[in-house]
Every structure is written in C-alpha cells, then in structure tokens.
Nanobody
Framework: QVQLVESGGGLVQPGGSLRLSCAAS????????VGWYRQAPGKQRELVAT???????NYADSVKGRFTISRDNAEQMVYLQMNSLKSEDTAVYYC????????????WGQGTQVTVSS
C-alpha cells in the first residue's frame, strides 16, 4: 500500500521559513519523480516544485529563489525548504510521487496546511 505522509506545516509570519517533509512508503522511491503542489482556497491545485529520479529540479516562477526541493532516496523522503514566505504562499501543500508515462502510478499525500500571516 502506497503512502505519502506530509509534515511540517503550520503558521508562520511573513518573511519566515518552514520546512515541509514527506515520507513515502510502498513504492520504489528512487524511481519516482516527486514533488510538491499547493491549493489555496478557491483556487486550483498548482505545481510548486518537482525533483526527478536524477535530482533534476523544476520550480514555479512564484517560488524560484525562495523555495528549495530536495530528496533522500535512502530515507524515502522529499523536502521543501520554504524561505521568505509571503501571504500568497498560504495553501494546503500536497506531496506527489509519479512515474513518467504511467498515470496509474501517480500518488498523493493528504496535505499539510501552511498559513503565512502576521
């Protein structure tokens, strides 16, 4: 059974930092592209950052230079370091794991709330 479990969300002031973590189980993690998506109230889910099995990274323009995605294949973890947080970063953040060309192997976590407010 595949599980992606996020942690690390919370309330932070503008300009602050948070580190999200996602623990994966039930998959051969090193083969998967993994990433973070977010969904704000009334908006569609959007890509934040992804990292491939070869550790190539991709970021949404809105987070470039502020967020950093990383992975630890031995621990089957993916992280999102978020710095210089803004109110518009407020959303539920979801961990995702997928295999290119295999939509049946696309998995989501339950989400973790990030709120940026003074």
């Amino acid at each position: 059974q595949v599980q992606l479990v996020e942690s690390g969300g919370g309330l932070v002031q503008p300009g602050g930092s948070l580190r999200l973590s996602c623990a994966a189980s039930g998959i051969i993690f090193r083969l998967f592209r993994v990433g973070w998506y977010r969904q704000a109230p009334g908006k569609q889910r959007e890509l934040v950052a992804t990292i491939t099995s070869a550790s190539g990274t991709n970021y949404a323009d809105s987070v470039k230079g502020r967020f950093t995605i990383s992975r630890d294949n031995a621990e089957q973890m993916v992280y999102l370091q978020m710095n210089s947080l803004k109110s518009e970063d407020t959303a539920v953040y979801y961990c995702n794991a997928g295999l290119l060309g295999r939509p049946q192997n696309n998995y989501w976590g339950q989400g973790t709330q990030v709120t940026v407010s003074s």
